[in-house]
């Protein structure tokens, strides 16, 4: 290393990481160039973005979040963005010995040069990531320890909505939809930069803390009671607001991206293009945070939805189109636009496919529509709580013959294999509520057998534990221990192996309770947290999502050691059952959900009470509506798809 | 009897194209899947109008030969595909050369002659140009001088089934050495054997003769791919079917 003078040059690192790249596995997912990837040039732009998923670039490279943002901030004539991923050991070994910082995979220019580096979270156990990238970039691992020269650390996503347990690591975070709050944050910066940057990195952040939905938390104290709870979150200063919203984008269809999704030249874990279809949803699935916090539901129409597969389909050349959302079988106009969408791209060889669907033998029908271009291998569905009593508690009430009926018409319309997810450690549950999930998967079979009359027919039961998440009517729940969540999946393995002859067609998928354990940690952590963090961290705790990689003990350990002064533990941030009077710590970051009625949602949980869905029954007062001035946007539109000359035909 | 998909069988091949393309760049880091992947996405949204398999999954008809290995650049991959309606073959070469990412270059397309025999067939050795940053043109002269010297030279190559022994002199049929201080370039020809000896087997040849250890990776071109023939020059796998296109223009004209 040279001097001590730093310069965001914005410079290729490339000459430098070649010679490394031919010594690491799978190279190809560090050097970029895929179809539709942009390079802008570095002194064209006032404001230099990087985008990081904090996983490996497999699984980054197709994140919706990451895409759009990256083709907004693009589209901007003032501004760049390029992306980063996390690097695998291998390569990071060798970039600490050859002196190579974390870089961007587009032009290859070191993080560190950039304006702001801002880090999506769908999942928490990306923290970790998080930190190994910022030490490779050479970048302090605290906020508060860095200067003008370094970049912005900007969180955004689902996990962003309990930032704290990264609150020392991260300068700001985003609530909520990224589209329009990554227009404003670069305005600021450019204005700040163009001003010749006054007051510093303190001046910048204070006006970054200003615009709607972004929390900057060097700005708010946390104060904590001899019991270990907190007391109060205060902001220091009065300049930024007491409680911070999210943000919302309505009309999706003015916000039709990605326009031309990223194709990679590695494989990635989703190898198709996405649609989504609407955003938020109502359903009121009480375990469910990207329900919750997402509110309201915006459709977008069957036309731009129309548009947006055909042109990403002309953009790509992928197969394969997932209609995505929260509930996709929820959309006003799904019915006509399977068939629409099938009807067009008839003989192509394009598939069309939905995520994991609710129990319902509309469904079924949808999926035929979606498949008649293609072959009828799996169909999924969501019951997610074993027992009716326990779906029930989770509001996602279907009983059990509805259950079976809908399994049913699948193999009896040549689906062969049908997979099911459930959750286990859910609020209330007990042996038995999980035990019925094998009845289940008995009956199924029979009943599937019976009515395609064909030994051939398969269920996959795929179950994992439950962790309780922020802003949810479960966020006052106590989670069920590793050893609850174990005991339970072994209970269920033996009933379903009981007989044989039934037992050989129904698979079990499922993960071990610790993970969850730490994921619940980090889920509803504070501050405190971040200490843990940062000791797995350095004691080589990375891609805690991989099993591989993951290590319980390490979590443990650090957990024990870096919690006890605080009179706090494990326990205490996951199996302890909060109060109604507790103060949580994301109680200051607003996702315009009244904390009210989360807690009576909560007790009607408890006493096994439904509550309906908004979009078609009256508003319940959930409070998110009137506290972001949004509103319900959904169809039919009573338009229709016209058929196109199509890719591929 | 096997079950057979509703609908009409797939439409036959009525046109075979072969492609010449390049990896270049960052992309020689790109895999023989990645690229395959990559092919058949372009082909798409090129929108050529491909020949699938029957069956319950239909592929496209392509057919890869010999791929460089990962992490190896190539101006000179083969590829053949087939259509189920004719097209130009300059069209569809620009049009696929535009849905492919930059790096990925296709250079040549050409219609298969009718019976002019398999590309496969027209492929049986390759020409290789390394650069080797850091290792002086002397040293490698010498490395080569000792390499050409010996009439065997085994290393250890790893295989699918663990490390194997090769040898890897008899397939080099020509080896020269070339470049500036600072970086050496090897020139060679390489025959196709089984298991396949590439330019990393050579260069851990030169490191067993000579001790030639390139400190930092040496960076290998495969620059053309076809028959060897006995003035030791790697012949156009393409030229059969050239010849034969412009021979039928030629008719057409005269009629
Ligand atoms: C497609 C999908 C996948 C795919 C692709 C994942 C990927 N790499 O993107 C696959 C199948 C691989 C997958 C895997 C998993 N998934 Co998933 N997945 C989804 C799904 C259906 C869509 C995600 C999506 O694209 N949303 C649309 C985009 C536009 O939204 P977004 O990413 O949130 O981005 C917006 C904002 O959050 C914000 N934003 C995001 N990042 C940033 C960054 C900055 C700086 C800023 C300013 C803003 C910002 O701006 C964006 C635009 O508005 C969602 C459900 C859903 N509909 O959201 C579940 C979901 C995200 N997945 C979930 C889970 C649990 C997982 C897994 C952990 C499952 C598992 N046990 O293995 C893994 C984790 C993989 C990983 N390491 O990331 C959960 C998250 C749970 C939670 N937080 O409560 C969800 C919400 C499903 C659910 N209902 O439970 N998933
Ligand atoms: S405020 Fe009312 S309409 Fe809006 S999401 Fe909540 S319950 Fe539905």
Redesign the interface.
Known sequence: MTGTTRHASGETLYPRLEPLLAQVQKPIQYVGGELNAQVKAWDDVAVHWALMYPDAYEVGLPNQGLMILYEVLNERPDALAERTYAVWPDLAGLMREQGVPQFTVDAHRAVGDFDLLGVSFATELGYTNLLEALDLARIPLHALDRDESHPVVVAGGHAAFNPEPIADFVDCAVLGDGEQAVGDITDVVAAWKEQGRPGGRVELLARLARVDGVYVPRFYAVGYGPDGAITAVTRTRDDVPARVGKRTVMDLDEWPYPKTPLVPLAESVHERMSVEIFRGCTRGCRFCQAGMITRPVRERTITGIGSMVDQGLRATGYEEVGLLSLSSADHSEIGQLAKELADRYEGTNTGLSLPSTRVDAFNVTLANELSRNGRRSGLTFAPEGGSERIRRVINKTVSKDDLVRTVTTAYANGWRQVKLYFMCGLPTETDEDVLEIAELAVEVIRAGREASGSKDVRCTVSIGGFVPKPHTPFQWAGQASAETIDHRLRVLRQAINADRRIGRSIGLRYHDGKPGVVEGLLSRGDRRVGRVIERVWREGGRFDGWSEHFSYERWTAAAAEELSAFGVDLDWFTTRERTQDEVLPWDHLDSGLDKEWLWDDWQEALSEEEVADCRWTPCYDCGVCPTNGTEIQIGPTGRSLLPLTVVGR | MARQPEGPPPPPTVQKLRLRYAKR???R???H???A??L????????VPMA?SAG???HPKISYVGAAP??AASEAEYVEIGLAERRDPEAVRAALDA??????DVLECVEAAEGGGSLADRIDAARWRVEL?GVEPEELAAAVAAFLASDVVTVAKRTKNGLKDVDAREPVASAASAGTAGCAILTMVVRQVTPAVRPDDVLAALAAVADLRPP??PRAVREAQGRLDDSGIVADPLGPDRAARTRCQGEHAAV
């Open positions: 760049g960052p992309l880091f790109a895999s899947r990645d690229l992947r990559a058949e996405r372009a082909l798409r949204r090129a929108q699938f319950f999954s239909p990962t992490g849905s492919l990412p930059p790096g990925v940053p930092s990776p």
